[in-house]
């Protein structure tokens, strides 16, 4: 099919999104993997390239796919005029900006529905700004979930080779708990299996995680690896899928992070995201900065392919010009490499 069309959203306005998405369209190398294409606004584009030291990039803001050039020192951007530069505070959650992120969204999954766009990546959105604008989901999943009709989805988190599936994401962690059972953990371990064949891994090694300390300790600790997780393990061994578990938290990831798994099946949220933020996410005290912003986030059960950034909007360091953009170009990468396995 030739290079793909990859839609990438701006983020909100407001945050280090459109300063991340200039950096990476001034990499050759972008041009040499597929066809970029962002979605957001031009005129807030122009503003932030002001702050960076070498501007290489001609925007082309248009309307239809059609009219992109995809060629290296052309940004082409799907103009979608949301907002008002006059009126925008960069650094500052707004009910504009939020409004303005979710559109690029939903324009991004239409533009992927109707396969204008072979895959799509996805820059940081506010969830307070976003909800202020009267979009109540709870993040871009969600928004994912509703507008391709899927009821069954779950996020996955990777860097490097730790990879890690959810469960649960954006609930209580009280709430996380009651979710732990046999048919969604089944489902998860299915589309972990999934998506580390279509990254060419050919017998994906998958590691389940328990729920409880120790695993629960054959009861001890709690009763859910043995009534709902350990069940979804026999499920689906039985359906040929190479999985082993419950193994206990607290080892399991560095197990996948060595190579002994390929990618791990987590119970909520805070336990996948914090591994694999400790490696990707890098802080010098010293310098007062982050050497190493890396990491990405692929919706899985979707009839579309979406990734995105693993880190939040970076209200502090707008306009400084200092916003790593690795985790972006990761996000790309892995949209690239699932669109070719289609």
């Known amino acids: 099919m030739g290079r793909p069309i990859v839609g990438i959203t701006m983020g909100d306005p407001a945050s280090i999104g459109p300063e991340i998405s200039l950096k990476t369209f001034q990499d050759q190398q972008l041009y040499e993997k597929c066809r970029p294409l962002l979605i957001g606004d031009s005129n807030v584009l122009e503003k932030v390239m002001e702050i960076l030291p070498d501007r290489k990039l001609q925007l082309n803001p248009i309307t239809n796919v059609k009219d992109a050039k ?8 799907y103009d979608m005029h949301e907002v008002e530069i006059s009126e925008l505070q960069f650094g500052q959650v707004s009910k504009m900006a939020g409004n303005a992120a ?5 324009k991004v999954i239409e533009l992927a529905n109707a396969h204008e766009v072979d895959a799509t990546v996805t820059n940081a959105l506010n969830k307070e700004a976003m909800n202020l604008a009267g979009h109540h989901y709870a993040g871009h999943t969600e928004i994912y979930g509703k507008f391709t009709h899927t009821p069954n989805y779950t996020m996955m988190l990777a860097h ?3 990879r890690v599936v959810h469960v649960s994401t954006h609930v209580s962690l009280r709430k996380a708990c009651d979710l732990v059972k046999k048919p969604r953990v089944a489902e998860c371990i299915k589309l972990a299996d999934e998506v580390c064949r279509n990254l060419g891994l050919k017998n994906p090694r998958v590691a389940v995680a328990g729920l409880n300390p120790h695993a629960g300790e054959n009861g001890l600790f709690g009763d859910e ?4 997780i350990a069940p979804a393990v026999a499920e689906m061994r039985a359906k040929g899928v190479n999985v082993t578990g419950p193994v206990p938290a607290d080892t399991v990831f560095a197990k996948c992070h060595g190579g002994m798994y390929d990618i791990v099946v ?7 995201h914090i591994p694999v933020k400790v490696i990707g996410f890098q802080y010098d005290e010293q310098k007062k900065k982050w050497d190493s912003v890396a990491g990405i986030n692929v919706t899985l059960g979707l ?5 995105s950034v693993d880190h939040g ?5 707008v306009l400084k010009g200092t916003a790593n953009e690795v985790s972006l170009k990761n996000a790309i990468d892995y949209a690239v490499k699932l669109a070719e396995s289609k």
């Open 70 to 77: 995809f060629q290296y020192g052309t940004m082409d951007v």
């Open 102 to 106: 979710f559109q690029y969204v939903k």
């Open 160 to 162: 490097g080779n730790l």
């Open 225 to 228: 690896e043995i009534k709902e």
């Open 266 to 272: 987590a119970m909520y949220h805070d336990q996948g």
């Open 303 to 307: 009839p579309i392919i979406r990734t």
């Open 313 to 317: 909007t970076a209200f502090d360091q």
